[in-house]
């Protein structure tokens, strides 16, 4: 068992940074690869980036460059590193264990033009 509960969203201007945390509930030196997601209304969940146990990352086209997912395992902390935000991320924010139903609660990520 492992809970997850992210923070750190907010309403921030076009162009501006935020930075998102994820804290879990057991050792993340006990937890593999890790991963954010993000839902936008009326739109499917996305996956936005992951990173494994070792800090291999990926991230899907529309951030790269811009976001950058990292992990604190003596933390126990996910933390995703937004600039250069734009009106298109806008969306719920959710910490995962991927391949399990290990989710967060979500933070809500606003982007003003």
């Known amino acids: 068992q492992v809970q997850l509960v992210e923070s750190g969203g907010g309403l921030v201007q076009a162009g501006g940074s935020l930075r998102l945390s994820c804290a879990a509930s057991?050792?993340?030196?006990?937890?593999?690869?890790m991963a954010w997601y993000r839902q936008a209304p009326g739109r499917a969940r996305e996956l936005v980036a992951t990173?494994?146990?070792?800090?291999?990352?990926t991230y899907v086209d529309s951030v790269k460059g811009r976001f950058t997912i990292s992990r604190d395992n003596a933390k126990n902390t996910l933390y995703l590193q937004m600039n250069s935000l734009k009106p298109e991320d806008t969306a719920m924010y959710y910490c995962?264990?991927?391949?399990?139903?290990?989710w967060g609660q979500g933070t809500q990520v606003t982007v003003s033009s």
């Open positions: 995962t264990i991927p391949a399990t139903t290990y």
């Open positions: 057991r050792s993340m030196f006990t937890i593999g690869a």
């Open positions: 990173i494994t146990q070792r800090g291999d990352t």
